[in-house]
């Protein structure tokens, strides 16, 4: 029988590729024939992760009905931020901490949701609920994806659980927290040398909203005007990828990791919804957003009331 | 605050009602301040078992958002089988065992569902994760869920899962599972006295299935041909509610608990995806069903890969 493929979602942050490795891992633990992969390359942040705690970066897969007949997801469950076959393969699980939408399944399955900061604090859970314990890497990189997640506990969506899955695995894993925390988050801020395309990829998901299609991407940086000293450059970028993939409005959000601040730069229609979903007027397309730096938390279900 | 509502689908079963009453305890327990409530009056099976446990049926309501801003959900998740505003009201959790369709939450919640044979066994797992156990008589309502969503573990939706938790339960109840499950089945198969309407909504879920309204009925029964010697007024009543409900097909499955077969009613279109779905032809609208027991397991995957 082939595989079963785990994996997380579309452009794959850390907690995507961490969780589908050390959810692999468990499942392996209980017999089960896995494989984690994912559905793109891993950023800089993700692989200073894998390089620190010495694990391979997971094999890249657009496809999985051709090598497979099952699934399991990790970090995701709306079927666009998946696995471009997806309605062809049965998921067997889910394990997620976002809210459910554009989601079904033919069959029951295991779903475990639960609202944390981060898939990879649920997983630990499940390893301890099966009794067992991740070994030194995999804790290693579970701790990135928290990390990387809740922005080194600043955001919003961290909550307690979070921060005590974090400690219990930074004691397995061997690394102080902090020290090795912003070392990770800055290892993923490097962006000058990257063009807009890849910039507006590197973590971004699309929502259906209404009747339209809103993509909302989100970069991380310790200079926010470095990034908007290429703000034109952006913005047609943006348009572009509208154009190409049907989007009607794309929203980037730039994160600065040190403040905990953000700024939105706004392409595309209906851009008064963004106006309305956070109280301020767009200038220059853009919006400064104060304490602002989920967009699972702070961005999504504000945009999505507004387009209601 | 209002107290946030905790309930099964409508036309509750054993299982709506008594994964409501337990989980609400459960949350009780851990500090929330829940009800457990009901889409619908109990019947008579659930009725024996709440009588035999000395508990109370829950409060029957239509809607929610009228009384409380947070809801949660056991033994199902599909927005049309739920309270009818389920739209307006936040989910703050689900327990289930059913497949996921036609469900969405604008927030991150708990969701916690497994492919066993009831939801009160997934509860049971809650309570040991909380390190609690059940009282007698939520454990026993807890076992006669069990009894009921897998005949007496008859089922094939039945696992190794349900039948320990079914054994702890009833150590918890005392009572014997056989003895007491048999009793308590039979109490369900009283149909005589009921009109052909009563009949036909006990235990009655709508699927959308392509672009087809489906409403699957089923009733237990220890005597097939008592069933059928109402055929003509059962036909009939099925007409009318797709008429008054936009159900396009409907099908009443009659299962015999004593010999675990069932035989189908049909009545509307397009009925060739009944014959498709079970290889069979329908000779006066009915079919045998042979060894077929479960509407989860047994019928609805199997009409919806006809409908596709």
Same mark, same amino acid.
């Given at each position: 029988?082939?595989?079963?493929?785990?994996?997380?979602?579309?452009? $794959?942050?850390?907690? @995507?590729?961490?969780? &589908?490795?050390?959810?692999?891992?468990?499942?392996?633990?209980?017999?089960?024939?896995?494989?984690?992969?994912?559905?793109?390359? @891993?950023?800089?942040?993700?692989?200073?992760?894998?390089?620190?705690?010495?694990?391979?970066?997971?094999?890249?897969?657009?496809?999985?009905?051709?090598?497979? !007949?099952?699934?399991?997801?990790?970090?995701?469950?709306?079927?666009?931020?998946? /696995?471009?076959?997806?309605?062809?393969?049965?998921?067997?699980?889910?394990?997620?901490?976002?809210?459910?939408?554009? +989601?079904?399944?033919?069959? $029951? *399955?295991?779903?475990? &949701?639960? $609202?944390?900061? =981060?898939?990879?604090?649920?997983?630990?859970?499940?390893?301890?609920?099966?009794?067992? !314990? #991740? &070994?030194?890497?995999?804790?290693?990189?579970?701790?990135?994806?928290?990390?990387?997640? !809740?922005?080194?506990?600043?955001?919003?969506? =961290?909550?307690?659980?979070?921060?005590?899955?974090?400690?219990?695995?930074?004691?397995?894993?061997?690394?102080?927290?902090?020290?090795?925390?912003?070392?990770?988050?800055?290892?993923?801020?490097?962006?000058?040398?990257?063009? &807009?395309?890849?910039?507006?990829?590197?973590?971004?998901?699309? +929502? #259906?909203?209404?009747?339209?299609?809103?993509?909302?991407?989100?970069?991380?940086? /310790?200079?926010?005007?470095?990034?908007?000293?290429?703000?034109?450059?952006?913005?047609?970028?943006?348009?572009?990828?509208?154009?190409?993939?049907?989007?009607?409005? %794309?929203?980037? *959000?730039?994160?600065?990791?040190?403040?905990?601040?953000?700024?939105?730069?706004?392409?595309?229609?209906?851009?008064?919804?963004?106006?309305?979903? %956070?109280? /301020? @007027?767009?200038?220059?397309?853009?919006?400064?957003?104060?304490?602002?730096?989920?967009?699972?938390?702070?961005?999504? $279900?504000?945009?999505?009331?507004? +387009?209601?």
């Amino acid at each position: 029988m082939a595989k079963i493929l785990v994996f997380g979602h579309q452009n $794959p942050d850390t907690d @995507a590729i961490g969780a &589908a490795i050390a959810f692999s891992e468990l499942q392996q633990q209980k017999g089960q024939d896995t494989e984690a992969v994912a559905l793109g390359e @891993a950023g800089e942040e993700t692989q200073f992760a894998l390089d620190y705690f010495d694990l391979k970066a997971p094999r890249v897969i657009t496809k999985a009905a051709s090598e497979t !007949t099952d699934v399991m997801l990790v970090d995701h469950n709306e079927f666009q931020q998946s /696995v471009a076959d997806i309605a062809e393969v049965t998921i067997l699980s889910v394990v997620d901490h976002h809210r459910i939408a554009n +989601f079904e399944t033919a069959d $029951p *399955l295991y779903y475990r &949701a639960e $609202p944390v900061g =981060c898939t990879s604090t649920i997983i630990l859970k499940l390893y301890k609920e099966a009794g067992l !314990t #991740p &070994a030194k890497a995999i804790a290693g990189i579970m701790l990135s994806a928290i990390i990387s997640d !809740t922005l080194l506990f600043k955001s919003p969506t =961290c909550t307690q659980e979070d921060i005590d899955a974090a400690k219990e695995l930074a004691k397995i894993a061997e690394v102080d927290i902090n020290t090795y925390g912003l070392e990770m988050l800055k290892a993923g801020t490097n962006l000058k040398d990257k063009s &807009a395309d890849v910039l507006l990829d590197m973590d971004a998901k699309s +929502f #259906p909203m209404g009747d339209k299609s809103v993509r909302i991407a989100q970069v991380n940086t /310790v200079d926010l005007q470095e990034v908007f000293d290429r703000q034109a450059e952006l913005e047609e970028a943006m348009a572009k990828a509208n154009d190409t993939n049907n989007y009607d409005l %794309f929203v980037l *959000l730039v994160t600065n990791i040190l403040d905990s601040d953000s700024e939105l730069l706004v392409v595309g229609e209906p851009a008064e919804k963004v106006e309305k979903a %956070f109280n /301020v @007027a767009l200038d220059n397309h853009r919006a400064f957003l104060k304490g602002v730096v989920s967009r699972k938390k702070q961005v999504v $279900p504000q945009l999505t009331e507004s +387009f209601k």
